[in-house]
């Protein structure tokens, strides 16, 4: 139980464009989800949080317009790069914190490998 | 949320325990301790979290000092599919957040 997907799990684009990456919980609802970004040997660092029907919240130093992020059902979070740059490429990585189970854990998802050339 | 400390890396025998410690000295009443690890390329994958007792599952211990103030995560027979990035975080119900620290390497030798 208590599995995250995400999709894609590697994507290559050109600067400029836009990429979207999706995460749902498979197994269970999840009112909040959050978005890390982990560059190489480091460790994973907090984007946002993603609270079902509503707005984001956005941790100080990331740009809420650049990363668009939406949660627009209990199972699915999708966080949109605008304008990508190669600063950008990076390991982002989903987790959801199970709705109701009275515990803060949260379960990650295998994570999505973005390269922008 | 309060900050931890662990050690850069560690070494293990294959076959025998793995202690890894974390100091959480500025740990508050309502903060539980979780514990994360992260193979390479991989997303992190929870292991156990506890608020003041000591707790068991399936894939590790996790040791509780009465002060609470630091902990062991205990692999009992650690295995080369153990070898990861162990991460230790406090985190409280407030905020919902899990921040990272830099965690502690355990390489298990063959």
């Known amino acids: 139980g208590a599995v995250v997907s995400q999709h894609p799990s590697r994507v290559i684009c050109k600067s400029g464009t836009s990429v979207k990456i999706e995460c749902r919980s498979l197994?269970?609802?999840?009112?909040?989800m959050f978005w890390y970004r982990q560059f190489p040997k480091q460790s994973l660092m907090l984007m946002a949080t993603?609270?079902?029907?509503?707005?984001?919240?956005?941790e100080q130093g990331v740009e809420k317009d650049k990363f668009l992020i939406n949660h627009a059902s209990l199972t699915l979070s999708t966080l949109t790069v605008t304008s990508a740059h190669p600063e950008d490429s990076s390991f982002y990585i989903c987790?959801?914190?199970?709705?109701?189970?009275?515990?803060?854990?949260?379960?990650f998802g295998p994570g999505t490998r973005l390269t922008v050339l | 949320d309060a900050k931890t400390t662990q050690p850069p890396s560690m070494d293990c025998a294959e076959g025998r325990a793995a202690n890894l410690p974390c100091n959480h000295s500025t740990i508050s009443g309502n903060e539980y301790v979780y514990w994360y690890r992260q193979i390479h390329s991989q997303g992190p994958q929870y292991i156990i979290h506890?608020?003041?007792n000591n707790e068991t599952n399936e894939m590790a211990s996790l040791i509780i000092t009465e002060d609470r103030k630091s902990s062991t995560l205990i692999l009992p027979h650690a295995t080369l599919r153990d070898t990861a990035v162990y991460y230790c975080i406090v985190g409280s119900g407030a905020t919902n957040k899990l921040i990272f620290g830099t965690g502690t390497l355990l390489a298990v030798q063959p």
């Open positions: 993603s609270n079902e029907g509503s707005k984001a919240t956005y």
């Open positions: 197994d269970f609802q999840a009112t909040t």
């Open positions: 506890g608020l003041k």
């Open positions: 987790s959801a914190r199970p709705t109701g189970y009275g515990t803060d854990t949260q379960y």
